[in-house]
């Protein structure tokens, strides 16, 4: 996800967006080094899920991806993560899934849908056909559409609806974007099965030592009207380098800290969480800027950066 005014312009206008949550773990009387060795321990112990990045270096969405180096990313990534966060079914992107069962995880597979029709429809196809062969745990009918203005809501709806009818009944269906997106378009919050939002403190400019307050403030907004239904976060983190966005200030120490506190307060509230991402990728520059391309718990090698 890149940086969107929208996020602040609409942030400001919602009371709980500066609510004074609790910011997790006090880090003034703490060394790097004291940094390192807990971020090493909390990702020792294991998270509810992670986002798949899918491209190497001179990769990016379109190229078609090999069965071999989606499995070689899922087998590094498998020991930390209890679920897999896809975004496409299609150019590879089926095997997301598949290996994923192979190896134990659970799946919350993605339609990506966007301003292509024909692609549009591949995507949900492949979508149900994933799903009736049992491979989706929850079906993501699209990711920031409503955003990117690519669909209309009615056309959204329409695919979610289509999903619903033609999967397993047992298998939950949703949409992804930003929290506020499920205040401000309630035919599609009714909709969906789940709610599954991403959640931005550092897009929003929010400064590290109270970047969990803000994202707890985020979800909450999402939760206050989903009318019981469950709040997933499909995507928090935290870039590890780059440009610095107003008071949000990417580099290794913050990234760490993000993570740990994050990941506690997963565990201790049992929020589901998607950390975002896997590996870093670099064709992330063009879209977001030099900070794209350092999101990963991995650098863009397949090597943990910390």
Same mark, same amino acid.
């Given at each position: 996800m890149s940086f969107r005014t929208d996020y602040i312009q609409y942030s400001k206008k919602f009371d709980s967006a500066t609510a004074d949550f609790k910011n997790g773990l006090d880090f003034s009387t703490k060394y790097p080094e004291d940094i390192t060795l807990l971020y090493s321990q909390v990702l020792q112990s294991g998270m509810h899920g992670l986002c798949f990045s899918m491209y190497e270096d001179g990769q990016k969405p379109g190229d078609t991806i090999s &069965?071999?180096?989606? %499995?070689? %990313?899922?087998?590094?990534? #498998?020991p930390y993560t209890k679920w897999v966060r896809s975004f496409s079914c299609i150019e590879g992107n089926e095997f997301i899934p598949k290996i994923a069962r192979e190896l134990g995880l659970k799946t919350l597979v993605? #339609?990506?849908?966007? @301003?292509? #029709?024909? !692609?549009?429809? !591949? +995507?949900?196809?492949?979508?149900?056909?994933l799903a009736k062969e049992g491979f989706v745990d929850i079906a993501a009918v699209g990711n920031e559409v409503m955003y990117r203005k690519d669909l209309s809501e009615d056309e959204l709806l329409s695919f979610i609806n289509k999903? %619903? /009818? +033609? =999967? $397993? *009944?047992? =298998? $939950?269906?949703?949409?992804?974007?930003?929290?506020?997106?499920?205040?401000i378009k309630p035919r599609i919050t009714e909709a969906c099965d789940v709610i599954l939002t991403n959640c931005y403190p550092y897009w929003e400019g929010t400064n590290q &030592?109270?970047?969990?307050?803000?994202? /707890? *403030?985020m979800f909450h907004q999402a939760k206050s009207v989903a009318n019981g239904k469950q709040v997933i976060i499909t995507e928090t983190g935290w870039p590890s380098q780059g440009e610095s966005f107003k008071d949000s200030h990417p580099s290794a120490e913050n990234a760490m800290k993000y993570f740990i506190n994050t990941q506690l307060? *997963? /565990? @201790?509230?049992n929020i589901?969480?998607?950390?975002?991402? *896997?590996? @870093? &990728?670099?064709? /992330?520059?063009? $879209? +977001?800027?030099?900070v794209g391309a350092h999101w990963g718990i991995w650098d863009k090698n397949e090597k943990l950066k910390f």
């Open positions: &069965e071999e180096q989606v %499995r070689r %990313r899922l087998e590094i990534m #498998a993605g #339609a990506w849908l966007g @301003d292509d #029709a024909e !692609k549009n429809e !591949k +995507e949900i196809e492949a979508l149900i056909q999903v %619903r /009818k +033609e =999967i $397993p *009944s047992n =298998i $939950p269906v949703g949409y992804v974007d930003a929290y506020y997106e499920f205040t &030592e109270y970047a969990l307050s803000h994202m /707890k *403030s307060w *997963s /565990k @201790d509230e589901q969480i998607f950390y975002f991402s *896997s590996f @870093d &990728e670099s064709w /992330k520059v063009g $879209p +977001e800027g030099e």
